[in-house]
Nanobody, 122 residues
């Protein structure tokens, strides 16, 4: 089965940096877009950044200029480099990927990781 596992979260002071990783395991024949989302308590899950299979990124306005999404297709891994962190970045961060697992599948399906906690202190 396809599984996504995030790592790299933790506690950091405002202005600091963290690098999140999300590794996909399980057999796939194709991975399309990958992305990062986050959810703070009492708030909706929001998109942070996405990256196409070809490496084209998009960012939420709230993180543009501070975060960088990248991927290593050979390792089926997506990264989120987070710089200049702010307390409002505190959230559980989830990665996702659109995956095609077999040639019998005609559509990509979205898979989600368990999440990794990022806490930014003042």
């Amino acid at each position: 089965q396809v599984q996504l596992v995030e790592s790299g979260g933790g506690l950091v002071q405002a202005g600091g940096s963290l690098r999140l990783s999300c590794a996909l395991s399980g057999y796939t024949i194709a991975i399309d877009a990958m992305g990062w989302y986050r959810q703070a308590p009492g708030k909706q899950r929001e998109l942070v950044a996405t990256i196409t299979s070809g490496g084209s990124p998009d960012y939420a306005d709230s993180v543009a200029g501070r975060f960088t999404i990248s991927r290593d297709n050979a390792r089926s891994t997506v990264y989120l480099q987070m710089n200049s962190l702010k307390p409002e970045d505190t959230a559980t961060y989830y990665c996702n990927a659109a995956v095609r697992q077999s040639y019998s599948e005609i559509n990509y399906r979205a898979y989600w990781g368990q999440g990794t906690q990022v806490t930014v202190s003042s």
